[in-house]
């Protein structure tokens, strides 16, 4: 039989590391998005040089992007449509215009958002009676 033996330090209780651990990992999920909203204003702030990953999470219907454009430069090939997009914020201001397909027609609905570690923030609600979305970004 094992010898039980005490430990000098208090142990703290398990729901409590379990708490403690989980918003050490929001914390850390939140420190990796790029994307920081400048408040009073629909834009964004990020540093210059990072790497933004933005996706479509469906809810009436299927979401994707059919266009998008980032300082002038086309993020989505020709004649396709993708669900996910990537780019590198570029210094000061710039704009990411990006048009938006469903399959549900003018109901259709959903959100774009980034990738944040293991977790995602919103960055804008997205329907189909307004496919365009226009979104300034400023890099710092």
Known sequence: MAKKTKSSKPQAPAALKTAAAKAAIAAIDNQTCQLRPIPDLPDFEATTGAMVNLFTQDQIGMVLIASATYAGQQLVPDGQAVSKISF?????????????????????????????GQGS????????????????????
């Open 121 to 140: 923030q919103f960055i804008r609600g997205v329907f189909g009676d307004e496919p365009l979305q226009i979104i300034r970004i400023i890099g710092r």
């Open 88 to 116: 590198k914020v570029l210094a000061n201001r710039n704009t990411l215009k990006l048009v938006f397909v469903f399959s549900a027609s003018t109901t259709g609905a959903g959100e774009l958002r980034e990738t944040c």
